[in-house]
């Protein structure tokens, strides 16, 4: 089953801190992110409000600095 990560582009610029993390908030690698079996509905607010569900297989390859 995959695995689903919620990155923010806007709070990556801000910090380098772009994965969401449930206890932490903003964390700088997916490894670190809270890992969901399914696309959430309910997105954190970002300077940016361009949150998003990216597969955890893709993310732990994203380039956090564009």
């Not at 919620?6 to 709070?11: C, T």
């Not at 908030?25 to 997105?43: N, Q, S, Y």
């Not at 607010?45 to 390859?61: E, F, K, L, N, Q």
Request: hydrophobic share 40%; charged share 25%.
């Amino acid at each position: 089953m995959e695995k689903y990560v919620i990155f923010s582009h806007s709070e990556a610029r801000l910090g380098d801190a772009g994965f969401w993390n449930n206890q932490l908030g903003w964390v700088e690698k997916a490894i670190h992110a809270t890992l969901f079996d399914e696309p959430k509905i309910g997105l954190p607010i970002t300077s940016g409000s361009d949150a998003r569900c990216v597969p955890y297989r893709d993310a732990v390859t994203m380039k956090v600095r564009s």
